[in-house]
């Protein structure tokens, strides 16, 4: 049952970021939450398509339609926390996980044209990996992140979603920093 399980979560995933169904994504982020928190499973022969899935849920561009009100950013906080647990309970020296998920991240948030709901997933994804990946990684940059954000708060007139965007990715990094500092 859990190839197809991990196949449906795979493919449900696929589809319905392309149709921007944010209600499902939930409900599959929380199948592979389910998968995870059972004892009895063994996923790590899965997790060639649970991990692309959850990721996706991360740092996609668009998760709904209306991104300026629904909470996508619950689903990409939610999504983070699953990968976390993914790099916590299978991360070894031989596959890493954990420093594969680091760099795919770290290579999304440095990019100058990385749109805002993108750059808040990487940053989520950074956080939940814990302490020392954010002194090591979201500190050295806290002020170059900082500069950015405020261009886009204090700056010209920009669309209302960059400007959510980048409030969003001001709370995550305060939330996350303020506590290692």
């Known amino acids: 049952m859990l190839p197809r399980f991990s196949t449906f979560i795979?493919?449900?995933?696929?589809?319905?970021?392309?149709?921007?169904?944010?209600?499902?994504?939930?409900?599959?982020m929380r199948m592979v939450k389910a998968l995870m928190d059972n004892p009895t499973l063994y996923l790590e022969k899965?997790?060639?398509?649970?991990?692309?899935?959850?990721?996706?849920?991360?740092?996609?561009?668009?998760?709904?339609l209306r991104p300026d009100v629904d909470n996508h950013w619950a689903l990409r906080d939610f999504a983070a926390r699953l990968i976390a647990q993914i790099c916590k309970n299978f991360s070894t020296t031989t596959n890493n996980i954990q420093s594969r998920i680091t760099k795919t991240f770290t290579k999304s948030w440095v990019d100058e044209k990385t749109p805002w709901t993108t750059r808040y997933g990487s940053i989520a994804g950074l956080a939940e990996l814990g302490p020392d990946v954010i002194k090591t990684l979201l500190l050295p940059r806290l002020q170059v992140e900082g500069e950015r954000v405020r261009s886009v708060l204090e700056g010209p007139v920009v669309s209302n979603i960059d400007k959510i965007g980048a409030d969003h990715v001001q709370s995550l990094l305060l939330k996350h920093c303020a506590p290692v500092l």
Not at 18 to 23: D, E, P, R, T
Request: net charge neutral; proline share 3%.
């Open 10 to 28: 795979s493919e449900g995933v696929r589809v319905n970021v392309v149709q921007n169904n944010l209600a499902l994504l939930i409900y599959l």
């Open 46 to 64: 899965y997790l060639h398509e649970a991990i692309p899935a959850v990721m996706t849920c991360i740092v996609s561009r668009q998760l709904c």
